[in-house]
């Protein structure tokens, strides 16, 4: 997660990065119906996709992932 994290801001520093939380919320979307349609030997690829595009999503709400997650865990 922190090295995802890291990753996208990496990212958006150099201008990679959505402008607000739809595009991050749209292809966390896409990633979720990958998933689902992925054969099986695809779909570790695809779950980390996925998660990659979560983290992104969270990351654009202002929110750090490790810490929603630590939270999360912990509940």
Do not use: C, Y
């Not at 150099?14 to 979307?29: H, I, R, S, V, Y």
Request: proline share 5%.
């Amino acid at each position: 997660m922190l090295r995802a994290e890291k990753l996208q801001k990496r990212a958006a520093r150099d201008g990679f990065d959505w402008p607000d939380t739809q595009g991050p919320a749209d292809k966390l979307a896409e990633e979720m119906a990958e998933l689902a349609e992925a054969a099986e030997p695809d779909k570790a690829e695809e779950a980390g996709d996925l998660l990659f595009a979560a983290v992104n999503l969270v990351r654009a709400h202002g929110i750090s992932p490790e810490q929603a997650l630590r939270d999360a865990n912990d509940k």
